[in-house]
Each structure stands twice: as structure tokens, then as C-alpha cells.
């Protein structure tokens, strides 16, 4: 018994090996070398860096992906010109080639406080 449990275990574990090893990140899919890797994740940083310095982008709300150079920026803001802000911020930082901003703006609301 104890011997076909462990033929069992050995049998699923050298089983989904090859699907652990092949998925994950860009590097380990040879969809980008390590050291495209670690560029991208500077790069990212200094965005981020420059995001949470900007009082009209605000950071926090901001998250952001680089990969071979293009940026995307997703989360929610509260207006419009934060929204250019990000962008704007994320285009001109060294090494950005393409910026995506999908940043969300918030819907239904109103500037005016309830009486």
C-alpha cells in the first residue's frame, strides 16, 4: 500500500513538473532574457518612483507593468489630468518606448458635497 502511494506521488509530481518549469514569468517562458527582465523592472521602479513624488498623479493608486520597454498603466485616479499626468510621466521616463494608460477615471460622481 504505503509503495503504491508513493508510486502515485512520484508518478503526478514528475507529471506536472514540466507545466511548473514552463510557466511563470517572461524569463522562464524565454519571452524576454534576465536581463531585459531586470531592465523592465528598473525602469518600473523609476516610474513609480516619479508617480508617488507627483502630487496630481498620486502613486498609490497606480500600478505599473513594463515589459521590453512598454509600459501599462492600470488603476483608478481621480481625474483626468491625473490620468495625463501618469501618462505623461511614464513617457518621458528613460527607456519607455510605448505607453498604454489605461487608467480609470470614476463614474457617477460629483464634486459637490451632500447637503
Known sequence: MKKTIAY???TAALTLAPMVFTTGCAVMQKRESAG???HDK???AKIKTKLYKDPIAKG??????VFNGVCQLSGFVDSQQAKDRAGEIAQNT???TQV???LILPTGRTS???K
Do not use: M, R
Open 36 to 38: 531585459q527582465y531586470t
Open 100 to 102: 498604454y494608460n489605461n
Open 60 to 65: 498609490t493608486q497606480v500600478e505599473v507593468n
Open 42 to 44: 528598473e525602469i518600473a
Open 94 to 96: 528613460e527607456g519607455v
Open 8 to 10: 502515485l506521488t512520484l
Open 112 to 114: 459637490e458635497l451632500p
